[in-house]
């Protein structure tokens, strides 16, 4: 049930990669219609409103006659269908797909109920519009992807049903679904189209793999300290009683629950007086992460409550009001920060793995093979590591900080708020791969100290890596034991897993 003010990041993530039927709830149909008698009520008094008796954008000051305005709403979703590029992911769609309802069932954008409920069957049927990912600059909300699915709603565009991957017309796909197409009215098309939705649901797909990966993270740099026999005394909750930042106690309280045990971690002086930043920052740094992801969750947790339609219609004091609140800014900078937060907490375990590999560090031998030079070992998958991470520095250069002008000037102001959402999601993969390879080597090198003496916990996640993975013990390709891992941290049934390992 959807009413436009409650819907979480949670259950969004949950709707988009799964099948929870969803429908409009009874307040939100109540104020959808009276925002719909005052589009009604206008157009018989004779008011001029933009994109309603005008045109949009820079022909916001041409009127459209009466006989015209149904075909003016068609009109905008088939000139706005212009993205071209590889389709969003059928998740993302289906997000965009719950938070364009979402915003429409807050009664602000003098749609009717109709017109969300046949979006919702379609979600609830899984009809899935084809959308191309690029296209949008995030001004006027995302209108290119958005128009490509609302096309679907009028029987045009494409899209597939259920499960298969056959691509139909719009028409054809919604007549497979025992759904008929829409015919929209005055203000629908536009209703349709303003918004931050496409950038929304990448920032909440993002933002909920992030999360995840976060609790990898501390997991993985667990393992590495065992094998690298780091001195947890840095994690001492003295440390970070001193700096009040909550995602360093959390990463702190984090290791030392995985750590619990441990007859390989040592103490100060015993092998070393202290470790390298990359053992001993770890909950500095990924504690920096996890508090930036808080103000990231907390902005689109807004975002996906908000209206984001233009012009906004206020029933209760008889007031359309033309404004900006399509515009993606919000979720720009956060969704650039996010990219550059998952950079980080690639680059920190890149640089566990290189201590994990490298003789001169470790104490273990060369590439975590006992037959160097016969063997290569782990050698390329810190070349691996280090070409993401690489890479990650080239998308986390923010996008928000671009703009250019669209719409001949009238939209002179622009967030890239979409391209900061799709660069997230490619250093969020990158970081997935990352933590993979940490992981395998991490477990390498415990084989090599003796995996009887690690922690009750992170031998746990020891014996699941060897149920994916076996031991190296001759030369093999690396990259489909990086994928068999990297392909199950995201797993559903090892997300819980996860969390209850953490627990403390």
């Known amino acids: 049930m959807i009413s436009g003010n409650d819907l979480s990041i949670e259950q969004t993530y949950r709707v988009a990669h799964g099948h929870h039927p969803i429908k409009l709830s009874s307040e939100a149909a109540t104020k959808m219609a009276a925002s719909r008698r005052m589009v009604v009520r206008y157009l018989a008094e004779g008011h001029s409103v933009y994109g309603v008796t005008t045109g949009f954008g820079r022909f916001s000051d041409v009127l459209i006659p009466e006989d015209k305005r149904k075909e003016l709403q068609v009109n905008l979703l088939r000139s706005h269908a212009a993205g071209v590029g590889e389709p969003f992911a059928e998740e993302i769609v289906r997000g965009m797909m719950l938070l364009r309802a979402n915003a429409l069932a807050k009664g602000y954008s003098g749609i009717r109920t109709e017109v969300v ?20 600059v995030g001004a006027s909300g995302d209108l290119a992807p958005l128009a490509h699915l609302s096309l679907v709603l009028i029987g045009e565009g494409s899209a597939k049903v259920g499960r298969s991957q056959d691509i139909l017309p719009g028409q054809a796909a919604l007549h497979r ?15 349709l189209i303003n918004g931050t939705q496409a950038m929304a649901s990448l920032g909440v797909d993002a933002v909920m793999q992030a999360r995840f990966l976060g609790m990898w993270a501390d997991v993985a740099a667990s393992l590495s300290m ?7 005394m840095a994690f001492h909750p003295l440390v970070a009683k001193v700096r009040s930042h909550p995602g360093q106690k959390r990463v702190q309280r984090h290791l030392l629950t995985m750590l619990e045990g441990s007859q390989l971690v040592t103490s100060p002086g015993e092998l070393r007086m202290q470790d390298a930043y990359s053992l001993r920052a770890t909950p500095q ?7 930036s992801l808080e103000h990231i969750q907390e902005v689109i947790g807004r975002e996906i409550n908000s209206a984001t339609d233009n012009p906004l219609l206020f029933p209760e004091v008889d007031m359309i009001i033309s404004a900006g609140n399509f515009h993606g800014e919000p979720l720009a900078l956060v969704l650039d920060y996010l990219a550059i937060a998952s950079a980080e907490w690639a680059s920190i375990s890149e640089r566990r793995i290189e201590r994990m590999v490298n003789p001169a560090l470790s104490g273990l031998p060369p590439f975590l093979t006992r037959q160097g030079g016969l063997y290569s070992g782990l050698m390329l998958a810190q070349y691996t590591a280090a070409s993401l991470v690489s890479e990650n520095k080239v998308w986390a250069h923010p996008s928000s900080v671009d703009s250019i002008p669209t719409s001949a000037n009238q939209e002179d102001h622009v967030s890239m708020g979409t391209t900061a959402g799709r660069k997230a999601h490619t250093v969020i993969n990158n970081l997935r791969y990352v933590l993979s390879i940490e992981l395998l080597c991490a477990a390498q090198g415990c084989d090599l100290l003796g995996p009887e003496k690690m922690a009750a916990r992170t031998h746990r996640v020891h014996s699941w890596i060897r149920e994916l993975v076996p031991a190296l013990e001759a030369d093999r390709p690396l990259a489909p034991d990086i994928e068999c891992i ?9 997300v819980s897993w996860l969390e209850n390992l953490l627990m403390t």
């Open 117 to 136: 409920n046949l979006l919702l069957e379609m979600l609830n049927r899984n009809v899935i519009p084809l959308i191309p990912s690029q296209g949008s």
């Open 177 to 191: 679904a025992g759904l008929e197409p829409v015919v929209l009215e005055a203000k629908e098309g536009l209703a």
């Open 226 to 232: 065992e094998a690298l026999r780091a001195i947890p």
């Open 285 to 291: 740094v990924h504690g920096a992460c996890l508090d």
């Open 486 to 494: 990297a392909g199950s941290l995201l797993k559903g049934d090892r």
